[in-house]
């Protein structure tokens, strides 16, 4: 059995935060000829592909420790890239289903560790449409981090019901 890290949604946020002062300096520097256009772009464009980059490691690793935590449920989850891609072609609607698919699962597996998540899959999809994704971050890494405490002392619990 492998540990699960519990994660901190400031590694996730932080790349997003910076990039405004980055590109606001990178502006700036864009008024010096030549040697300030290219600082500029690289700080414009640098922070951007870092943040795309680092969150989707953060929600492929976070989809990994779902499958972990609630193996044996009966559902295996899609592969992150896979979520990416429907979710361009359908302008951020099959994200949504990834996250209530996800919030369900891991409140129908919670009772294994001694949880009751009062979030759900249609709360979190509220969430998520109200904060623009941020609250619903939260909440959902709040509660992977609760199970995951549990099943790294533990390991996993035997498995009875399913995913709704």
Do not use: H
């Not at 059995?1 to 405004?20: C, G, T």
């Not at 256009?37 to 989707?56: C, D, E, K, R």
């Not at 990834?98 to 597996?109: D, E, F, G, S």
């Amino acid at each position: 059995m492998e540990k699960i890290k519990e994660r901190s949604l400031l590694y996730l946020w932080l790349p997003q935060v910076l990039v405004v002062p980055a590109a606001l300096l990178g502006v700036l520097l864009a008024l010096i000829p030549v040697l300030g256009w290219i600082l500029g772009a690289a700080l414009i464009i640098a922070p951007i592909v870092f943040s795309i980059v680092y969150n989707f490691y953060f929600y492929y690793q976070l989809s990994l420790d779902v499958d972990a935590v609630c193996e044996g449920d009966g559902y295996q989850s899609k592969s992150y890239l896979y979520v990416l891609a429907l979710n361009s072609i359908t302008f951020g609607i099959y994200k949504r289903y990834w996250i209530y698919r996800m919030a369900q699962r891991l409140q129908a597996n919670a009772p294994r560790y001694g949880f009751k998540m009062m979030v759900g899959g249609r709360e979190m999809v509220v969430l998520d449409i109200l904060s623009t994704g941020w609250i619903s971050a939260w909440e959902f890494v709040r509660n992977m981090n609760k199970i995951a405490k549990v099943y790294n002392q533990q390991g996993l619990p035997t498995f009875e019901g399913g995913v709704q």
